[in-house]
């Protein structure tokens, strides 16, 4: 069997892999060609607020500031989208410790 990789940062954050990059990128292309990314993004943003609500009402707070509605909305894609990516990370990286054991 190979050996699953699970790397942190100094700061023990996840390594994003790249097949994760790559399925989130897949995903997020898929809803745009449906034209259905603010579903996308509303969704991860329920996320957030059910999982985190502190850096949930943070992140309304700080990007309700933005000089324009194109910035804010440029703002919560790039976080949402890293939120998510590490969210994946995190969930792939635990069914690789759970398959360590079978």
Same mark, same amino acid.
């Given at each position: 069997? *190979?050996k699953q990789n699970i790397?942190?940062?100094? *700061? %023990?954050? !996840?390594?994003?892999?790249?097949?994760?990059?790559?399925?989130?990128?897949?995903?997020?292309?898929?809803? $745009?060609? $449906?034209?259905?990314?603010?579903?996308?993004?509303? *969704?991860?943003k329920k996320r957030i607020?059910?999982?985190?609500?502190?850096?949930?009402?943070?992140l309304e707070k700080i990007?309700?500031?933005? !000089? %324009? !509605?194109?910035?804010?909305?440029?703002?919560?894609?790039?976080?949402?989208?890293?939120?998510?990516?590490?969210?994946?990370?995190?969930?792939?990286?635990?069914? %690789?410790?759970?398959? %360590?054991?079978?």
């Amino acid at each position: 069997m *190979e050996k699953q990789n699970i790397s942190y940062t100094s *700061e %023990k954050l !996840p390594v994003v892999s790249e097949a994760v990059i790559e399925t989130l990128a897949r995903d997020y292309a898929k809803r $745009e060609i $449906e034209n259905n990314t603010d579903n996308f993004m509303d *969704e991860i943003k329920k996320r957030i607020n059910s999982e985190n609500q502190g850096l949930y009402h943070y992140l309304e707070k700080i990007s309700n500031g933005a !000089p %324009k !509605p194109e910035d804010e909305r440029a703002f919560r894609i790039g976080v949402y989208l890293t939120y998510e990516l590490l969210r994946r990370q995190t969930e792939s990286d635990r069914l %690789k410790e759970q398959n %360590k054991f079978i």
